[in-house]
């Protein structure tokens, strides 16, 4: 294990569809939730966060909203579904890049702008830290900001992502994973 810097912590950045929120799924491709009233959190998912924040991890949500910059949905009914996920999840911070894929931002994944950003201001050690995502740009994202990677196949009709460090198919086994690492890691310390 890396020697941590004194007072930075560890954290589990998370995608936001198809990892803690069921996604609307057409023709096998996961499409972020349009509505309010379409808006669920996968049942385990309170559960899991729980477990990885009684590990010690700092949880931050890192999600791209792109529907939008391109007009499918308001800010602000994006905005109420992360009010229901602060209430209803122990999350640190939620960041979303409300870009479109052709605005060359710095913080849409993959590349790592939001998780560098959330790193600084909560004084994350990103070595220590793990990337949980459904996609390629998710994988991609977090090994650019040095975080271990851990991919969640849904089966997805896309191309998965390149060597992930871990391969799970839910949030409960993505935090068996996380805190079987962590576990193995402090014992040979």
Request: with cysteine; charged share 25%.
């Amino acid at each position: 294990m890396v020697s941590r810097a004194p007072g930075l912590v560890p954290a589990v950045f998370l995608d936001r569809d198809g990892v803690i929120v069921v996604p609307d799924i057409r023709d096998r491709r996961s499409y972020a939730p349009r509505r309010l009233a379409d808006f669920r959190i996968y049942p385990e998912a309170a559960a899991s966060l729980l477990r990885l924040k009684r590990a010690g991890f700092l949880l931050a949500v890192v999600t791209n909203q792109p529907d939008v910059a391109n007009g499918l949905v308001p800010r602000s009914e994006v905005e109420a579904m992360h009010e229901i996920m602060s209430r209803e999840l122990c999350l640190d911070a939620i960041r979303a890049c409300f870009h479109a894929q052709g605005d060359h931002c710095e913080c849409r994944k993959p590349k790592p702008g939001m998780i560098l950003e959330l790193a600084g201001k909560l004084g994350i050690e990103l070595e220590d830290s793990f990337m949980v995502g459904d996609r390629a740009s998710d994988v991609e994202a977090g090994r650019a900001a040095g975080c271990a990677t851990i991919f969640i196949d849904r089966g997805y009709a896309e191309p998965a992502p390149t060597a992930p460090d871990y391969i799970v198919h839910s949030i409960a086994q993505a935090a068996d994973a996380i805190i079987g690492v962590r576990s193995t890691l402090q014992e040979s310390s």
